[in-house]
């Protein structure tokens, strides 16, 4: 009896260890559950095995199975839970439970009893860090018995499954938390590059789907009235609703339980479902979906929807994973927003700043010139008045005459660098003439723009040519400088170069400063090139809209 027993217990101990062996080396769960199967199967002599998974639904699952007759269930059958058998006593009580007698069982399960001979069933419960996971259960033919302490025995088995299942999902989990670390970096660079909000919602709705192992996903955008415009759309089937579909509100979808409500919405069956956006679902086969809202500055903007085709509903954490791509998305607004009341706020300044200029340069051109000209006239007459003795008396005279000419011509510099007045009657190509003929450097000019452009524009476009211009011969010491000037494309393109000694510096001197907030208020961007002894190139591009016909004279003076 002594000797039997120490067999029976070495034999329990070397089937222990093989399982716990395949557990210590990360083998596949389903590897381990084939395998308890089979040990608690032959330990215990009986003559069938199961290793069962409880579903979220109620229904049970085969994920393991072995016989000694050959006539096992196949793995992967679904049974629903009901009647009395172990299966769904287990699941009941959650405790182990023992049918001697299968004539006494009821249920699906039991109707499958007499196809496999089944007699004395003993089923022990699988809990998996305190949620019971699953049932492992062995029967033996009809007639036979099975062990009384078969349930303790079966014990140990059940905690090398758990084990298992635990350390499974725990590499899932990491797994799954790298792959969603690395989703988030990579939105999150776009959105730290400031990418434009339609490449970030492309990266998110894509981003999210392949996650989170969805066929669907979708940003969209709220209209006032509630309807949802989609921004970016992605599909894992090769069916994507295209970016644009504007969907009426109402209904019940998530698009409208999000809008109603602010938080996230799930709906795991498309059973009830109404509104446009369920008509779509319908066709893509779409059987549940979660949408997360997108909110900036406390302001709901959109909402963040992934679907699936399948029947089981998506994950219980999808919410909680989707925020963080809804939380990038808002950023990523929130950038787009600042930078574009930014820009916005610049482009307001500089065209104060224009606006002040010309006020300035109209007041001298009809005030102070023209009180000079006056001036002028007046004291040449009193000249001419004068008695022809008064010879020191006339000299005098002329002296001031001539320094009268001299301020008027050094107001009319001053007027002309504040804001040209042949920029606003002429357009950009005669003020640049007129502005390489002024210049102290020679220049080779090359304009090629027809008709006018917005003001603000032409306005960067002088500014940076004077300035390259006023450098070249003030710093750099050049002898020649070329000026190509272009409109194409919905660009216009400037580029001054000069053969100078070079080492200029964009980040020093508020006059090539002063013309990169210039440029960046009008949307567009400065690059300079300067290497020492070798010249400076300075070039802009500005967005331009399409170039207009001049409202008003097309010649230069003088034509």
């Given at each position: 009896m002594v000797t039997q027993r120490s067999d029976r217990i070495a034999g329990e101990q070397a089937a222990l260890r093989r399982v716990a062996t395949l557990v210590a080396r990360a083998a596949a769960p389903e590897e381990v559950f084939a395998a308890v199967a089979e040990e608690a199967g032959q330990l215990l002599g009986a003559h069938h095995s199961w290793m069962t998974r409880y579903d979220p639904d109620g229904a049970a699952r085969l994920v393991a199975t072995w016989s000694s007759t050959g006539a096992a269930a196949p793995a992967g059958t679904r049974l629903s839970l009901g009647g009395r058998n172990v299966r769904t006593l287990v699941f009941q009580t959650g405790r182990p439970a023992r049918i001697d007698n299968s004539t006494d069982a009821t249920g699906l399960v039991a109707d499958l009893a007499p196809g496999f001979g089944y007699g004395v069933a003993v089923g022990v419960p699988v809990s998996v860090e305190g949620r019971l996971w699953g049932v492992m259960v062995v029967a033996s033919s009809q007639g036979e018995s099975l062990p009384v302490d078969s349930e303790a025995r079966l014990a140990g088995f059940t905690e090398l499954v758990a084990a298992a299942i635990a350390n499974s999902q725990a590499r899932v989990e990491l797994r799954w938390f790298a792959g969603e670390q690395a989703a988030l970096r990579r939105v999150a660079t776009l959105v730290a590059r400031a990418a434009p909000p339609e490449e970030v919602f492309g990266a998110v709705a894509e981003e999210a789907g392949q996650l989170l192992g969805a066929h669907h996903s979708w940003m969209t955008r709220y209209d006032p009235d509630g309807a949802a415009k989609l921004v970016a759309t992605w599909s894992s089937t090769g069916t994507a609703v295209p970016a644009g579909t504007r969907l009426s509100p109402g209904g019940r979808n998530v698009y409208t339980l999000v809008f109603h409500t602010g938080c996230p919405a799930r709906i795991d069956s498309s059973t009830g479902t109404s509104g446009p956006e369920c008509d779509i679902a319908s066709e893509l086969g779409v059987r549940s979906a979660v949408g997360v809202p997108v909110s900036v500055e406390g302001r709901l903007w959109g909402v963040l929807v992934v679907s699936s085709t399948q029947e089981e509903p998506l994950p219980a954490d999808t919410e909680a994973r989707l925020a963080g791509f809804t939380d990038l998305a808002a950023t990523a607004l929130a950038n787009a927003e600042a930078q574009t009341e930014l820009a916005?706020?610049?482009?307001?300044?500089?065209?104060?700043?224009?606006?002040?200029?010309?006020?300035?340069?109209?007041?001298?051109?009809?005030?102070?010139?023209?009180?000079?000209?006056?001036?002028?006239?007046?004291?040449?007459?009193?000249?001419?008045?004068?008695?022809?003795?008064?010879?020191?008396?006339?000299?005098?005279?002329?002296?001031?005459?001539?320094?009268?000419?001299?301020?008027?011509?050094?107001?009319?510099?001053?007027?002309h660098g504040l804001h040209p007045a042949i920029l606003a009657e002429y357009g950009l190509p005669s003020a640049l003439k007129e502005l390489a003929r002024r210049s102290a450097v020679p220049v080779r000019l090359d304009v090629r723009v027809e008709g006018r452009l917005a003001e603000p524009v032409e306005t960067a476009a002088y500014y940076v040519v004077a300035e390259a211009l006023t450098n070249a011969a003030k710093h750099a010491h050049a002898t020649t400088a070329e000026v190509h000037v272009a409109a194409s494309e919905g660009l216009l393109c400037v580029r001054v170069r000069d053969d100078g000694r070079g080492g200029a510096d964009g980040t020093r001197g508020s006059g090539l400063t002063g013309l990169n907030d210039r440029a960046e208020a009008l949307g567009g961007r400065m690059a300079l090139h300067s290497p020492p002894g070798a010249g400076t190139t300075l070039q802009v591009q500005l967005p331009v809209e399409p170039a207009r016909p001049t409202a008003v004279r097309t010649a230069g003076p003088g034509a």
């Open positions: 916005a706020s610049r482009a307001r300044i500089v065209t104060t700043a224009d606006t002040a200029r010309r006020r300035i340069e109209r007041n001298l051109h009809d005030g102070a010139q023209q009180h000079l000209v006056s001036l002028a006239l007046q004291l040449r007459a009193a000249q001419l008045t004068a008695p022809s003795e008064a010879g020191e008396l006339m000299r005098q005279l002329d002296e001031v005459a001539t320094g009268l000419v001299e301020v008027q011509e050094e107001l009319r510099e001053i007027a």
